[in-house]
């Protein structure tokens, strides 16, 4: 997939997909492996979701999160589409195997899926469970 890095000096995030192009803040960004993958996963979504309709979901799923919770950081971090990107961007070789409209997956689990019980594990093995 091609796209095009440009530096954008004023920015307010490190970085930031806008189809076809990836936008950071610092030049050295360019050569950060890990942004440049969430930022390459996004413009994946882009494209499947031919372009337009995805900012629009991103925007309603911002706008539905931030009523839901309240602060920024939880509606950004829970919206789907960075869902996917945070939890794959650090795996280089995600977009060669990424299955299509992958973020839908994320959206369609069950709530309770992504809970991590594993610190609890051994309170609920007292507990008998
Ligand atoms: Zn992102």
Redesign the pocket.
Known sequence: MPYLIIYVPFMKVAGMALFPFILVNERSYRYDKVLIN??RI?LAQQIETLVLPFYLLYFSNYLFNLLRYRQHHRAYRRLY??KE??QHESDLQYLHKRPFWAFFKICAQPKGRSLNFEPFQNSFQRLGF
């Open positions: 969430h930022e996004h589409f960075e990107a945070y």
